[in-house]
């Protein structure tokens, strides 16, 4: 079984992720790979390099991805670039890892940008983590220190609510509390193994 788990920034789809892994699914996070795929002395992060310069570099040499999000995200083509540099490296990877899960497992790909990708469709069932744009906005300013205006530019980069639950076969409400994301989150879960 191939499942698609994605939901907006700040929506809490980590935690659905980490909740799906202590079910028992095999999780295949694209963020994850994403890192992998520009470590340091990598093909991705040399590609990344000649695109955007040495700026993107901390001292350390890895890329800088706090400076990096804040170029890409103000600047749709940026973005692309960005994302056919990283993109085609993660899916690659991610079939590597699903190739390798044992026989009969929820196999589920936790991808952010997986509506605005256009992957939907490639995955037997796909589960959207849904909160309102308010509470994305108010997370993202109060747990993670963002500015209302980097909030709203990282919001306005990804697929619109509405575009996120048009290719949901599940969604997953998380505007509750975590004992009440936990239950739908294995409900879900009982259902996507049959």
């Not at 083509?77 to 990283?86: F, G, N, Q, T, W």
């Not at 497992?105 to 469709?121: K, R």
């Not at 205006?149 to 980069?157: G, H, L, T, V």
């Amino acid at each position: 079984m191939r499942v698609g788990l994605t939901g907006g920034v700040a929506s809490g789809k980590s935690t659905v992720s980490a909740i799906l892994a202590e079910l028992g699914a095999v999780v295949i996070d694209a963020d994850q790979l994403a890192r992998e795929v520009v470590a340091p002395g990598s093909e991705g992060l040399a590609e990344v390099v000649a695109a955007f310069g040495t700026g993107v570099l901390t001292e350390d040499g890895e890329l800088d991805r706090p400076a990096v999000g804040a170029m890409v995200f103000a600047d749709a083509e940026k973005r692309r670039v960005l994302e056919a540099i990283i993109h085609p490296r993660v899916r690659s990877r991610g079939r590597e890892l699903e190739a390798a899960a044992p026989e009969g497992a929820v196999v589920v790909h936790d991808i952010p940008l997986l509506a605005e990708t256009g992957q939907a469709a490639s995955f037997d069932a796909v589960l959207v983590v849904d909160v309102p744009t308010e509470t994305q906005r108010r997370r993202m300013v109060e747990a993670r220190g963002s500015s209302e205006q980097d909030a709203d530019a990282r919001i306005a980069a990804q697929a619109s609510r509405e575009e996120r639950l048009a290719v949901a076969t599940h969604v997953i409400d998380n505007s509750g509390s975590l004992e009440e994301l936990r239950a739908r989150v294995a409900e879900v879960y009982a259902e996507l193994r049959g």
